[in-house]
């Protein structure tokens, strides 16, 4: 069965260009245009990863992974961050948030290919 992994971006271009290299390693996708409507979309259902933006309307990528850290359901559920902000503070708070890994824009796809096959267990 495949894996599913969470895209949380305000940019539709780029949820489309993640979500096409993820479906291309056989990964299912769903999309969340930003923090407040990736959270709408953890309605239990088995999510392996999510893949967030920090800057985002409404709510901002590291206020939905503190959010998501609180629901027993995805307490354990792998996160990146893509993002163009690579501030240490900024870095260090997504860590202490519970973020796993940090990838900054733009980004080639077979490195988030790479980061996300380590970070989902088989």
């Known amino acids: 069965m495949a894996k599913t992994i969470l895209i949380v971006d305000d940019s539709a271009s780029l949820r489309q260009v993640v979500g096409i290299a993820l479906k291309s390693a056989g990964y299912e996708v769903l999309e969340g245009s930003d923090g407040q409507d990736g959270l709408n979309k953890l309605s239990g259902q088995k999510i392996n990863l999510i893949i967030s933006d920090v800057n985002m309307p409404n709510m901002d990528g590291l206020t939905m992974v ?57």
Request: proline fraction near 9%; avoid cysteine.
């Open 66 to 122: 503190k959010k998501i850290k609180e629901n027993p359901t995805y307490k354990f559920t792998p996160i990146i961050m893509l993002t163009t902000e690579s501030g240490g503070d900024l870095k260090a708070e997504g860590k202490a948030a519970g973020v796993k890994a940090w990838m900054v824009k733009p980004f080639k796809p077979e490195q988030m290919l790479d980061a996300v096959s380590k970070l989902i267990t088989p």
